[in-house]
């Protein structure tokens, strides 16, 4: 299984400002998904992102809240834009590639925004 | 569409208790792959196991078992003989059998294995 690393491990930020998190593999995949883990509850896929094209974004997130950059295989970053209380959660990064049906996660970002 | 449920929100028992974490499913896919993955309180996800639709044969791993029952849609967990370590949220998931599909999560079981 693939090495997942995710930057920062955790912040406190403040409502109005923006976040970026990172999301390095050990290996090249060809898939990575972005998930949100509120409080307490499930993770919920915010998009998934190929490299070379537009991430595609599930219903309910926006690229203007939640833009996503991947510019190789093996690194992508998530940012969560205008932040506000509601956005306290973790995020957690995942690989899948072909042939790869279940999906490995890293650490996680929990971040509290004030 | 797809859809997990885990009916179970938490679980409490004793160490060295069985103790089973139910799961089941909802799809109108004939090829799909059902996982369990861990939570510990450290917050990351830790990949259990993976079946596939075709094969209902059950899994043991150590103290870990998982029983597939395509008749019922289920995929339960067994943990023999629980541990302390063993304390964390556990989900069952679901994704169709296309490779790099987006899983399904249930709503995880919060199990608690006291001393």
């Known amino acids: 299984s693939a090495v997942i690393s995710q930057k920062p491990s955790r912040d406190i930020c403040q409502r109005g400002t923006s976040l970026t998190i990172q999301c390095q593999v050990d290996?090249?995949?060809?898939?990575m998904f972005w998930y949100r883990q509120q409080p307490g509850q499930s993770l919920t896929l915010i998009a998934t992102?190929?490299?070379?094209?537009?991430?595609?974004?599930e219903s309910g997130f926006v690229i203007d809240k939640f833009p996503i950059s991947r510019p190789n295989l093996t690194f992508s970053t998530l940012t969560v834009s205008n932040m506000s209380p509601e956005d306290s959660s973790i995020y957690l990064c995942?690989?899948?590639?072909?042939?790869?049906?279940?999906?490995?996660f890293g650490p996680g970002t929990r971040l509290t925004v004030t | 569409a797809q859809k997990v449920t885990q009916a179970q929100t938490e679980i409490s028992v004793v160490e060295k208790e069985d103790v089973t974490l139910d799961c089941v499913y909802e799809?109108?896919?004939?090829?799909?792959?059902l996982f369990w993955y861990k939570q510990p309180p450290s917050g990351e996800l830790v990949f259990l196991i993976r079946?596939?639709?075709?094969?209902?044969q059950n899994e043991i791993s150590g103290r870990y078992s998982w029983n597939f029952q395509k008749s019922t849609s289920s995929f339960n967990f067994t943990i023999t003989a629980s541990q302390v370590v063993d304390s964390a949220v556990y989900f069952c998931?679901?994704?169709?059998?296309?490779?790099?599909?987006?899983?399904?999560f249930g709503e995880g079981t919060q199990l608690t294995v006291n001393p």
């Open positions: 995942s690989v899948g590639g072909t042939g790869a049906y279940e999906q490995y």
């Open positions: 290996s090249q995949v060809t898939m």
């Open positions: 992102a190929n490299q070379g094209s537009e991430a595609t974004y």
């Open positions: 799809t109108r896919d004939t090829t799909y792959y």
């Open positions: 079946r596939n639709s075709f094969d209902e």
């Open positions: 998931a679901l994704t169709k059998g296309t490779s790099g599909s987006r899983l399904t």
